[in-house]
């Protein structure tokens, strides 16, 4: 049998090559995951997942059965979303209102949201089913009356910082990887962290370490950043996290904790002063009553005590003066089982109300 190949002969077709994947040292972080490409690399994304960790540009909403169960969302019901996120959470409750159901949506990301408003659509709900907003949920009112004068059913906020935002060291959040130290929410409003820091004196960033992240050595870790700050301005997250690691090194032998903790606690902290959470949270918990309907019900995930306390007394205070029939005294927490597949779901904790 002759296997001479001919000059004349077709070539055979090559095989689709692979997408190039930039492999172990890429310049930017939108090279570095291959999570980041979920229709390239589907089976390296389960691997992630199976081995209990986030993918990069992913968040996994936390806690879904149990908000299904307490908010108990029926066909036609109209649903308040005000942390949109990655739309993990409302892709759960705007397939349980349907038919006839709606979701109002909220979130600040503009980066994020766009993203996320494409996922939802690409799922094929009746397109007057979902009605979004780029906004931070303090200002929700005028919003929400115009789309559901008479109210909402179901409200819920996830207050987590959502895995997109972690992961991207662009945007300041993390400390694993160098960015500039930003931490806004929307980079198009208010001063990045780094401008923050120089207009604190040392009592003051004190009291934001205290209070925003309930830090011990708060005195002590103030000190230590504003001298560094005033030699040099911090304008990056790995040069905070090393001020943090040597002010911390400074301390007695026996002070609780790690370094690694100190850094995670002075960047909370930063952040949460940053993007004024706290105070768009009391305003939340002010105009929350006057969005739901008799009956309605409001779940609000919380992953901090500061948090965690001023939804508890809210909600504790509304039963007593008649606002809210009832809520739950004792915190709900994610099983073993979700902690495990996902590590970052630890620190959540669930509360809910129901209107009278």
């Known amino acids: 049998m002759n296997c001479e190949f001919r000059m004349t002969d077709p070539l055979p077709e090559k095989p689709p090559r692979r997408p190039r994947y930039q492999g172990k040292n890429p310049r930017q972080f939108h090279e570095k995951y291959k999570e980041l490409r979920p229709d390239v690399y589907a089976e390296d994304v389960a691997k992630v997942i199976a081995a209990g960790k986030t993918p990069a540009g992913m968040h996994r909403p936390v806690m879904v059965a149990e908000i299904l169960k307490v908010l108990a969302p029926k066909p036609g019901e109209i649903v308040i979303d005000c942390t949109l996120g990655y739309g993990g959470h409302a892709r759960e409750l705007l397939t349980a209102v349907q038919p006839g159901g709606r979701l109002i949506g909220v979130d600040a990301d503009p980066i994020e949201l766009p993203k996320t408003e494409a996922r939802l659509r690409a799922l094929g709900f009746p397109e007057e089913s979902l009605v979004l907003r780029r906004m931070n949920f303090a200002g929700l009112p005028q919003f929400v009356f115009a789309e559901a004068p008479e109210g909402a059913d179901i409200l819920i906020a996830d207050l987590g910082l959502s895995s997109m935002q972690i992961d991207d060291p662009t945007r300041g959040f993390t400390f694993k990887a160098d960015g500039p130290l930003d931490m806004r929410m929307n980079s198009g409003h208010g001063r990045p962290a780094s401008m923050l820091l120089a207009k604190l004196d040392e009592e003051e960033l004190a009291q934001i370490l205290i209070e925003n992240s309930d830090e011990p050595n708060a005195g002590e870790l103030a000190n230590g950043i504003l001298r560094a700050h005033a030699k040099e301005e911090l304008k990056t997250t790995k040069a905070l996290a090393e001020v943090v690691r040597t002010a911390f090194g400074r301390l007695p032998r026996n002070?609780?904790?790690?370094?690694?903790?100190?850094?995670?606690r002075v960047f909370q902290a930063l952040r949460?002063?940053?993007?004024?959470?706290?105070?768009?949270?009391d305003t939340l918990l002010r105009n929350l009553p006057y969005f739901l309907k008799p009956g309605g019900r409001a779940a609000i995930l919380t992953f901090h005590s500061g948090e965690d306390r001023r939804v508890k007394d809210a909600f504790k205070a509304g039963v007593l003066d008649g606002t809210y029939s009832s809520y739950n005294k004792d915190v709900i927490r994610t099983s073993y089982e979700e902690q495990r597949a996902n590590p970052r779901s630890t620190s959540a904790k669930l509360r809910y109300a129901v209107k009278s």
């Open 255 to 264: 002070t609780p904790g790690t370094e690694e903790d100190a850094v995670r």
């Open 272 to 281: 949460i002063a940053v993007n004024d959470e706290f105070g768009a949270l």
